[in-house]
């Protein structure tokens, strides 16, 4: 992010031909026999990095904590509340952090860990207290796939493919393996997916694609190995829609060396006046919604280019870093990214999920970032007490279509209007579990109306339906330490199977997810 990204015309263009010009009703079709790709659940990842209170006084709350309770240091209340969220995986330790960071400092007894400065976020002292073991042991208790992101910008080729042997090779195999098990840990974690250095453009080592091309294949050159689960290597990948970044990285790495290409979007409004978390106008609550269904074409274009390269989808599209991006909140640090989570919030992750799963034959991972305290988080600590954000419960919501088969829904929406601008306002996605199981998740955006849609569902005998909502009276509204449950999921009763017809009606600004059988 931290070059600017801009809002593309073409976007609107793009999601506005998408749909009848000026469309009188809201309606959809639903294949429910016709689906083809799975629903990664690792498009369900959160994000952990060394910044702000994230990691320290947010998932870490030091090994002799004795007011807080925690296993380890890692607090308990966030170890239940992701188990229950199905974390696809998590990534870990940035960000731009990761291209600073030095994992050996961060493993063996902690009084002799070396300290070194935090340059990226706020210039504090890091003291490498939680390292290597404490980040994959914590994954081991949420649940999460560990996602380690390498260290390129400052590091050496020695020392992530030693990090690979460290976390990956069986015990006493290797010189690595055999300090791990001094460290404390015979068995190896085997960890499958690795990023290759972070924003490579920028806060990663303000590279030209060509010349990180080359970097990443000597990298990956030396990752592989240790274990039996084959690796999943991620290049680092594009700001926005820098479709150069992407054709440059599938033209010049041979899909032997690369699993995965990044992509990064945030959902701002102008990043030199992001605006605040809480108190936003409708204006500015409508150009978030404008910068996160930018993510629909970013998705579309870098996937075209790699259909040029890689027809089979073999290279999977990892976004792993989106989310809202507001101002701090007043009087906390600039450099701590601090921001309340309302329901513009829960719309954002609503829309995006639909995204994503929509787009699953490329997408097949992703990373909110951030998850505990940082961007849009779906928790908020302070001190002993923990809140569970309006985002945590879309991504509760949603989380049943992980690994659940996509069918494809054909929708058509009438359009959100504030002046002149125009958004469809209705957004969806639907999948069948192993169970058979049909879930369908829609958000209707608009804060002024509800959105009542049609849905045809062919393919299927459906006599049951049940749903959750979750919504509140005013868009700026959110869960704060003094009223943590004021937005939560309830069940729904705004929708009516008859027959083949599913109607339903959504609330302005709601987050719907129904399942059929
Ligand atoms: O998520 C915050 C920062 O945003 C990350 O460290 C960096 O990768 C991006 O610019």
Request: glycine share 8%.
């Amino acid at each position: 992010m931290l070059l600017k990204k801009g809002l593309s015309v073409f976007l609107l263009a793009a999601l506005v031909a998408a749909q009848p010009a000026n469309a009188q009703e809201n309606k959809a079709i639903l294949n429910a026999d016709a689906g083809k790709y799975v629903i990664n659940k690792n498009i369900y990842g959160h994000f952990a990095e060394h910044l702000g209170n994230c990691i320290y006084n947010g998932f870490y709350v030091g090994d002799t904590n004795k007011v807080i309770p925690n296993t380890d240091g890692v607090r308990n209340d966030i170890i239940a509340a992701l188990k229950k969220l199905k974390v696809g995986n998590l990534r870990w330790p940035g960000g731009c952090f990761a291209d600073t960071y030095h994992w050996k400092d961060g493993v063996g007894p902690k009084a002799k860990r070396p300290s070194m400065v935090n340059v990226w976020w706020g210039g504090v002292t890091e003291d490498n207290s939680f390292g290597t073991h404490d980040f994959l042991n914590m994954c081991e208790k949420i649940g999460a796939e560990p996602y380690l992101a390498g260290n390129v910008g400052s590091g050496t080729v020695q020392e992530l493919s030693d990090w690979v042997q460290y976390v990956n090779s069986p015990a006493n195999t290797s010189p690595m393996s055999t300090w791990r098990v001094q460290n404390g840990r015979k068995d190896p974690w085997n960890v499958s997916i690795w990023g290759v250095g972070n924003e490579a453009w920028g806060c990663g080592g303000n590279m030209k694609p060509e010349f990180y091309a080359n970097l990443f294949r000597q990298y990956s050159t030396y990752m592989t190995g240790w274990s039996e689960k084959k690796l999943f290597r991620v290049a680092s990948g594009a700001n926005g829609g820098d479709y150069n970044w992407t054709e440059v990285l599938m033209r010049d790495i041979p899909a032997s060396l690369m699993e995965g290409i990044a992509l990064h979007h945030y959902t701002v409004i102008k990043w030199e006046q992001k605006g605040p978390a809480r108190d936003f106008t409708e204006q500015q609550y409508f150009g978030s919604m404008r910068s996160a269904l930018q993510m629909e074409e970013l998705v579309t274009r870098h996937s075209t280019i790699m259909d040029k390269y890689d027809p089979a989808k073999r290279v999977a599209l990892v976004v792993d870093e989106w989310g809202g991006w507001y101002d701090v909140e007043p009087g906390t640090n600039p450099g701590f990214l601090y921001q309340q989570n309302t329901i513009r919030d829960a719309m954002i992750a609503g829309v995006t999920l639909n995204i994503f799963n929509n787009h699953a034959d490329r997408v097949r991972m992703a990373n909110l970032a951030q998850a505990v305290n940082v961007l849009q988080s779906v928790i908020l600590t302070n001190k002993e007490k923990m809140i569970l954000t309006p985002t945590y419960h879309v991504m509760e919501m949603y989380n049943v279509h992980q690994d659940a088969t996509l069918l494809p829904l054909q929708l058509t929406t009438t359009n959100y209007t504030l002046g002149n601008d125009k958004l469809p306002a209705v957004s969806g996605s639907a999948s069948k579990n192993a169970a058979g199981v049909t879930n369908i998740s829609l958000v209707n955006i608009d804060p002024n109306k509800p959105q009542t849609i049609t849905i045809d569902l062919r393919g299927g005998n459906f006599k049951t339906l049940t749903g959750r909502i979750l919504t509140s009276k005013k868009v700026q509204d959110y869960n704060s330490f003094d009223e943590p449950n004021k937005i939560q999921p309830v069940e729904f009763k705004g929708a009516k199977l008859n027959g083949s017809s599913l109607e339903v009606t959504l609330p302005p600004c709601s987050v719907v997810v129904l399942a059929v059988k």
